[in-house]
């Protein structure tokens, strides 16, 4: 059988692989800890149980609207405005089954073959897939760790030619746990306002998983707010991954497109998901708060950790639930039977030796990392860094 040639364009999420592998080795008998999926290892806050509960006995269970019931779609209006200080009026927004369907939305709405796709090191595996399925062209900013991986306003400019079609990028960052200040924000608008064909799709899914202070969003420049697609979802901060939950605030020219093409796809995601989500929108955001508060620790006791690893360069991640420390140290190092090359050897070697699952950082755009996360339990954080130790100790 001949398959579309479309398959051949992209790659299968590493995260996805790395977590296949785990399960993989869990399911012969042998204890592994996950490090390397994104998702945090709580349970959804009651009240919003309770309003899917509701929901299920109250009988929404039919098809909904492409684009999201209208109250759900006005509860997105009132957090952006509660949160952000950010006004958008229901048309403006679209739901979807996950941040991801909104990003995959967002892309094949706006990149043509050929268009430019500018998007800073490291990214989220998913961002430069979305554009080669788009038969867009990744132009990649290599930032660095000393400028906190953030893109600088020059590089940025220096990506841009006439063929760019959109900035892409995420605050804060999956993976390095960057956080863009509004001051950082302002210097990139002003050079996003020279070039008036950029469209600036800005990730936010991490918003409440912030360690640093008050999240800010490059949609609060109003000049620049018809130009900005702010993405979203519920995975993240109200621990509500299983449950496929996303939303776009655009332009209405975007938000149609977006329609259109997932009333082809998917159409509305699911009815009881949609109706809980209006809750956990424009509740009490407690639970949320405490949830950071505890990944606040984590990160604390990991940093603590890591700094007695030799070799690794680490930057102090100021949001989301990840570390991504430059692990070329040790490169080129062996225990003997096997030879650590680059990031996915170094990945591998921890799956089979220490039985602790990563991701390596080629696929976030920087060959030289590996992320780990700290969405998990105390405990298996301080038992997996020991076994990482442990492991390296044997690397010569």
């Not at 306002?193 to 998983?209: A, G, H, N």
């Not at 780990?372 to 442990?390: H, L």
Request: charged letters at 25%; proline letters at 4%.
């Amino acid at each position: 059988m001949e398959l579309s040639s479309l398959l051949n364009r992209f790659n299968e999420p590493e995260t996805l692989k790395m977590a296949k592998l785990g399960r993989e080795l869990r399911a012969s008998g042998i204890d592994v800890i996950d490090l390397s999926l994104g998702e945090p290892d709580f349970d959804t806050p009651q009240h919003i149980k309770d309003a899917a509960i509701k929901a299920i006995n109250d009988n929404w269970s039919h098809y909904t609207p492409v684009s999201g019931f209208l109250d759900l779609r006005e509860a997105v209006c009132t957090k952006l405005k509660r949160d952000n200080n950010l006004d958008f009026k229901f048309d403006n927004i679209v739901t979807s089954t996950g941040a991801k369907q909104s990003l995959a939305n967002v892309i094949l709405a706006l990149v043509d073959e050929g268009d430019e796709v500018v998007i800073p090191t490291p990214y989220w595996v998913t961002y430069s897939e979305l554009v080669k399925i788009a038969r867009g062209k990744v132009v990649e900013i290599r930032t660095k760790v000393e400028n906190e991986f953030k893109a600088t306003p020059a590089e940025v400019e220096a990506a841009i030619t006439p063929n760019t079609k959109v900035f892409m990028f995420s605050s804060p960052c999956n993976p390095s746990g960057a956080v863009y200040s509004k001051e950082e924000l302002s210097a990139l608008a002003e050079v996003f306002r020279k070039y008036p064909q950029v469209t600036i799709l800005s990730d936010e899914i991490y918003e409440y998983i912030n360690f640093v202070g008050k999240h800010e969003s490059i949609a609060q420049f109003s000049d620049l707010k018809d130009r900005v697609v702010i993405v979203n979802g519920l995975s993240k901060g109200f621990a509500m991954t299983g449950w496929r939950l996303g939303y776009i605030a655009a332009s209405t020219e975007i938000a149609k497109a977006c329609e259109k093409l997932q009333g082809q796809f998917t159409s509305g995601t699911c009815s009881i998901t949609q109706k809980a989500a209006v809750v956990a929108l424009t509740g009490d955001l407690k639970p949320s708060l405490e949830m950071t508060e505890e990944f606040t620790r984590r990160r604390a006791r990991t940093l603590e950790l890591i700094k007695s690893i030799p070799g690794f360069k680490c930057f102090e991640p100021q949001g989301a639930f990840y570390v991504f420390p430059d692990v070329s140290y040790y490169y080129g190092k062996s225990n003997g039977t096997e030879k650590i090359g680059n990031a996915a050897d170094f990945s591998m070697y921890l799956l089979n030796t220490a039985h602790v699952s990563s991701v390596m950082g080629d696929a976030f755009g920087e060959p030289n990392c590996v992320r780990f996360s700290f969405a998990n339990s105390m405990q298996n954080i301080e038992k997996a860094w020991q076994r990482i130790a442990d492991a390296l100790a044997q690397l010569k």
